[in-house]
Every structure is written in C-alpha cells, then in structure tokens.
C-alpha cells in the first residue's frame, strides 16, 4: 500500500517560490512513477507535473502553464518527491496533489493512470 503526504504549501507573494515535498511510504520512490495535479476552487483537477521510469532513469513532464517555472525532482535517498515552484503567479492557486503509479503508462498525465493519491496541500498566490 502506497501512502502519500504532501507538505510545503503556504501563502507566497506573486514572483515567490514554494517547494512542495511528497513523503513517500509503504513502497520504494525509485519503483514508482509520480505525478502532481492540482485544483482550484470551481474548476477540475488539471495536470501539472510528472516523473516516468525510463529504464534506469527518469523522464519529467510539464504542463505548458509552468513549464520553466517548475521543476519536479526526487530524493530517493528520502524516499520523497519534490515540486520546486519558482515565479509563481496568482493563477497558480490551487489545492496540490501528490499521485503515484506502480505501473508505468505513457499517457501520465492522466489521473486515471496514479492508484496512489495525498490529501493535498494549499498553494495560494496573492497578486
């Protein structure tokens, strides 16, 4: 049983930065396949980012909207998943969830494709 805690959210000014943490238990980070989603109030939860096994290493997806703003990385040594957030703007308010896949699908951005969900942590931009 994969189980998931996210942490690091907060209040930021527009152009702060943010590092959300997933602490990872139950499983070994390296055999699993991460993503982050994320959902702000009234609308649908969207893809923000994910690390794929591709045979001994790892491949980062990005969402167009953040794409070189954030950085997903993994300490496997700590078996957590970080989402370093840089130049942060109001828009990207929204609750954050932590999701992992033991099965490695090339569609990862797609929520059906994590078994594995956190709680979320709120992550609020104020202009």
């Known amino acids: 049983q994969v189980q998931l805690a996210e942490s690091g959210g907060g209040l930021v000014q527009a152009g702060g930065s943010l590092r959300l943490s997933c602490a990872v238990s139950?499983?070994?980070?390296?055999?699993?396949?991460m993503g982050w989603f994320r959902q702000a109030p009234g609308k649908e939860r969207e893809f923000v980012s994910a690390?794929?096994?591709?045979?001994?290493?790892?491949?980062?997806y990005y969402a167009n909207s953040v794409k070189g703003r954030f950085t997903m990385y993994r300490d496997n040594a700590k078996n957590t998943m970080f989402l370093q957030m840089n130049s942060l703007k109001p828009e990207d308010t929204a609750l954050y969830y932590c999701?992992?896949?033991?099965?490695?699908?090339?569609?990862?951005?797609?929520?059906?494709?994590?078994?594995?969900w956190g709680q979320g942590t709120q992550v609020t931009v104020s202009s």
């Open positions: 999701a992992a896949s033991r099965t490695s699908y090339s569609d990862i951005d797609k929520e059906d494709r994590y078994d594995s």
């Open positions: 690390r794929r096994r591709t045979g001994g290493n790892t491949y980062a």
């Open positions: 139950g499983y070994t980070l390296s055999s699993l396949d």
